[in-house]
């Protein structure tokens, strides 16, 4: 894929505008704007971002059947949690119609899309981009500028881990459960930080 190909990205931005309600469109846009503000300060490349948070939820408006097959394609097993609420899987659906129907072939972009929903180990800077700027965008109730200015001063660790926390915290109050994966994503950035802390040794 041509990484700045402005073709294929107003083929996904097309698909997305025919496949979404109009205000999940803008707030795609508002996150594909952060993103570049976050790869840009992070030193990622800014298309990256905007492409991955115009894409991120492609799918989220899909029926269960659709989202079920789609990622069924994707070659990594479906948990029970994600098949009683297919619409968790509505990220890593995305990542598949990319590859199969748009030819994204980045396993950056591939891995930010797929996993901006509930998170994983192992997560590449892009995709913890993407998960930061879903939830922190300036549509988002209390994303106002005073709530995101410290973001700014953090680590990329840092900012995911409290906007994570952030969510946690919203999903306990709401009495919805944490999945596994989420809590080992969390994991995974304390080790990482704490690391990070040591001056990176084991």
Not at 5 to 14: A, D, N, Q
Not at 51 to 60: E, P, T, V, Y
Not at 101 to 123: N, P, S, Y
Request: hydrophobic share 40%; net charge neutral.
């Amino acid at each position: 894929m041509d990484i700045n190909s402005v073709e294929l990205m107003e083929k996904v931005r097309k698909f997305t505008l025919a496949s979404v309600k109009p205000s999940r469109y803008e707030h795609c846009e508002r996150v594909a704007q952060t993103a570049m503000i976050l790869c840009e300060l992070f030193d990622i490349h800014p298309w990256k971002g905007y492409f991955s948070g115009l894409a991120h939820d492609m799918c989220r408006d899909l029926d269960d059947q659709t989202l079920l097959s789609l990622a069924a394609h994707d070659n990594r097993p479906i948990s029970e949690v994600e098949k009683q609420k297919p619409l968790l899987l509505h990220g890593r659906a995305a990542a598949v119609k990319l590859f199969r129907d748009f030819g994204v072939d980045d396993t950056d972009i591939l891995q930010a899309v797929a996993r901006h929903t509930l998170g994983c180990e192992k997560m590449r800077p892009l995709a913890k981009i993407i998960f930061i700027a879903d939830k922190i965008e300036p549509g988002r109730p209390q994303s106002n500028q005073k709530y995101r200015e410290p973001f700014y001063t953090m680590s990329l660790d840092q900012m995911c881990l409290t906007v994570l926390d952030e969510n946690i915290a919203y999903q306990k109050s709401k009495n919805k459960p944490v999945v596994a994966q989420t809590l080992a994503f969390r994991e995974s950035l304390i080790r990482d930080i704490q690391k990070a802390s040591n001056g990176g040794a084991q």
